[in-house]
């Protein structure tokens, strides 16, 4: 079977045609660089996303905070991530970066904030308390 997809490893963006036979990958076509190769390896056999969702946040400015894997994570678990990303409610300040939740499901990925959110109208409270709840 031959499976055609676009390679997002580097801008050129080539058009692969990928050789498949018994969920493996016998050959690759159309890729101008080795990245090209590995990224239809990996597609065929075990597809990786970053997440990115939001978080609720309480008594803060933003009611959603957003939020994302720092390392891609198995398309197969992305539900089950976004299950879990829902039960998440922040009701201290965050800063871009802080980690909502390290080792999320266990995956040896870390849940970071992609915003800084802060306490609303909590006087006394600087934006570099980063302290938060889960």
Same mark, same amino acid.
């Given at each position: 079977?031959?499976?055609?997809?676009?390679?997002?490893?580097?801008?050129?963006?080539?058009?692969?045609?990928? %050789?498949?036979?018994?969920? &493996?990958?016998?050959?690759? #076509?159309?890729? &101008?660089?080795?990245?090209?190769?590995?990224?239809?390896?990996?597609?065929?056999?075990?597809?990786?996303?970053?997440?990115?969702?939001?978080?609720?946040?309480?008594?803060? %400015?933003?009611?959603?905070?957003?939020?994302?894997?720092?390392?891609?994570?198995?398309?197969?678990?992305?539900?089950?991530?976004?299950?879990?990303?829902?039960?998440?409610?922040? %009701?201290?300040?965050?800063?871009?970066?802080?980690?909502?939740?390290?080792?999320?499901?266990?995956?040896?990925?870390? #849940?970071?904030?992609?915003? %800084?959110?802060?306490?609303?109208?909590?006087?006394?409270?600087?934006?570099?308390?980063?302290? #938060?709840?889960?």
């Amino acid at each position: 079977m031959i499976k055609k997809m676009i390679c997002t490893e580097c801008p050129k963006g080539c058009a692969l045609s990928v %050789d498949i036979e018994n969920c &493996q990958v016998v050959k690759v #076509l159309g890729n &101008q660089c080795p990245k090209g190769e590995k990224f239809a390896v990996s597609e065929v056999v075990n597809p990786k996303r970053i997440l990115t969702s939001a978080v609720m946040g309480i008594g803060l %400015d933003l009611k959603m905070i957003p939020v994302r894997t720092d390392h891609p994570i198995p398309k197969a678990k992305l539900q089950e991530a976004m299950a879990e990303v829902k039960k998440i409610k922040i %009701d201290k300040s965050v800063r871009i970066g802080d980690i909502i939740t390290s080792d999320f499901l266990g995956l040896g990925v870390n #849940l970071v904030a992609t915003r %800084d959110c802060f306490a609303a109208d909590i006087p006394g409270q600087s934006p570099s308390e980063t302290v #938060l709840t889960i």
